[in-house]
């Protein structure tokens, strides 16, 4: 059975940086969409990038465009590089991964990551 484990989160103050990780047992991401998402206190879980496996093709969220970064670090990894972090990033991170070409709804779920972003 497909599973994704995500870790690397932890406490950061504002304007630091962290790196977060997904490792992948029972699916290789080359043909999957791959994407982080992250649902703060009180708030829904939204998107904030995806990787299409088969164009490269990369979307960020407009709060997260040019501070965060996604990247496919070998055949069943990606990782999240998240830079200049605010308090509004503060939330519970969470991989996921669909076997598509273009969709970037998962149909994989990482267990999830907490970031907290606190002086």
């Known amino acids: 059975e497909a599973q994704l484990v995500e870790s690397g989160g932890g406490l950061v103050q504002p304007g630091g940086s962290l790196r977060l990780s997904c490792v992948g047992s029972g699916l290789v991401f080359g043909r999957y969409v791959v994407s982080w998402h992250r649902q703060g206190p009180g708030q829904d879980r939204e998107l904030v990038a995806y990787n299409i496996g088969v164009s490269g093709k990369t979307r960020y969220a407009d709060s997260v465009k040019d501070r965060f970064h996604i990247s496919r670090d070998n055949p069943n990894n990606t990782s999240l590089q998240m830079n200049a972090l605010k308090p509004e990033d503060t939330a519970v991170y969470y991989c996921?991964?669909?076997?598509?070409?273009?969709?970037?709804?998962?149909?994989?779920w990482g267990q999830g990551t907490q970031v907290t972003v606190s002086s």
């Open positions: 996921g991964a669909r076997h598509s070409s273009y969709n970037y709804v998962p149909d994989h």
